[in-house]
């Protein structure tokens, strides 16, 4: 059974940092491109980073040069660490693992919320 849990969620003031954990279960981790998704209250969820299996890196331009996405295949965990965090970036935060042999998987997703 694939389960991923996410982890680190919770309350910071603007400025300041946040590291979610996503903790992957049942996959084979390393062959699986992983993301990092949010949606904020009558917004769509959107992407916010993606790392594929060799390291390569894509971000969403609302995040470029202040969240950075790293996995560890080792503990099978992606992480996204968020700096300079903004009021806009209050969300619910997803993982997901996108396996190029049985397909997509979403953890239950984490809140941040961001105060000014």
């Known amino acids: 059974q694939v389960q991923l849990v996410e982890s680190g969620g919770g309350l910071v003031q603007a400025g300041g940092s946040l590291r979610l954990s996503c903790a992957a279960s049942g996959i084979i981790f390393s062959l699986n491109t992983m993301g990092w998704y949010r949606q904020a209250p009558g917004n769509q969820r959107e992407v916010v980073a993606t790392?594929?299996?060799?390291?390569?890196?894509n971000y969403a331009d609302s995040v470029k040069g202040r969240f950075t996405i790293s996995r560890d295949n080792a503990k099978k965990t992606v992480y996204l660490q968020m700096n300079s965090l903004k009021p806009e970036d209050t969300a619910v935060y997803y993982c997901k693992a996108n396996s190029p042999v049985t397909g997509i998987y979403w953890g239950q997703g984490i809140q941040v919320t961001v105060s000014s």
């Open positions: 790392i594929f299996s060799g390291g390569v890196t």
